[in-house]
């Protein structure tokens, strides 16, 4: 069971702490949910996590590594993975090109071998390209696998960059706001994806606004404001936490 662990997470940007002691627990097979208002600091964690933002003080642990210092691509390396608030494609590639970046980390065959075309190369991008339709499949998407990416709705954008993140088949991802934008029936299907990933073992991290979606899928949820942790537990003790109530409503 591979578990990631932050304790005690800090970042300060020129003495304004951003986050400030954080501690908490994603454990694998679980959905976990991190909630709280704009400016609370959800993204700057995640940023901490991920290796794209440099810790301050205290440790992270993903299973039995330390991974506080180490850089984004190593992160990576370790099983992590994430989508972004602001979506992140090649808008002018096709759907299925896009998602196939994402198994970077499983290629075998060199950067020389796929410029020669060499068997072995074309033989790697034929598994790679069937694996990258069975996600499209997965996510009700195979008949857009030729479609520019950047022609499409915005949920189909979102359901490509969490494809691609999935590509790399990771230990634990990192979903920031997946649904936003999306209509209930959009968000419900994709609930019962990120489900689906819990009940194979993954790990996920989910970063929302939507207090309803997060709490239906959720078994432990936290909660930021102004970038301290203001409550944790299940969900019915979180939506019913006083100051969770005013963070989101106000006193």
């Known amino acids: 069971m591979t578990t990631l662990g932050i304790d005690h997470v800090s970042k300060s940007f020129g003495g304004v702490h951003a986050v400030a002691d954080i501690s908490m627990q994603v454990p694998s097979g679980k959905i976990t949910g991190l909630i709280g208002p704009n400016g609370a600091g959800k993204t700057t964690l995640i940023n901490l996590i991920t290796g794209m933002l440099a810790v ?27 989508t972004f608030q602001n979506i992140r494609l090649l808008a002018e590639a096709s759907v299925i090109d896009n998602v196939m970046i994402g198994f970077y980390r499983r290629e075998t065959t060199s950067t020389l071998a796929s410029l020669l075309g060499l068997p072995a190369a074309r033989g790697e991008t034929r598994t790679l390209r069937t694996r990258a339709l069975a996600l499209l499949e997965r996510f009700g998407m195979a008949h857009l696998a030729e479609h520019e990416a950047g022609g499409l709705a915005y949920g189909h954008q979102r359901r490509v960059e969490m494809m691609r993140a999935l590509a790399s088949q990771p230990a634990l991802i990192l979903l920031d706001e997946p649904v936003a934008g ?14 689906g990933l819990a009940r194979a073992g993954m790990g996920v991290l989910l970063i929302e606004h939507n207090v309803r979606f997060v709490t239906q899928l959720c078994h432990q949820i936290y909660v930021l404001d102004s970038g301290r942790m203001i409550a944790s537990g299940t969900p019915t003790e979180v939506v019913n936490n006083p100051a969770v109530i005013t963070a989101y409503l106000g006193a």
């Open 56 to 82: 301050s003080g205290g440790h992270i642990r993903f299973g039995d590594r330390d991974i506080t210092q180490a850089p984004a691509h190593m992160v990576a390396r370790a099983g992590i993975a994430r």
């Open 182 to 195: 999306m209509n209930d029936v959009e968000a419900g299907e994709l609930g019962e994806i990120f489900s």
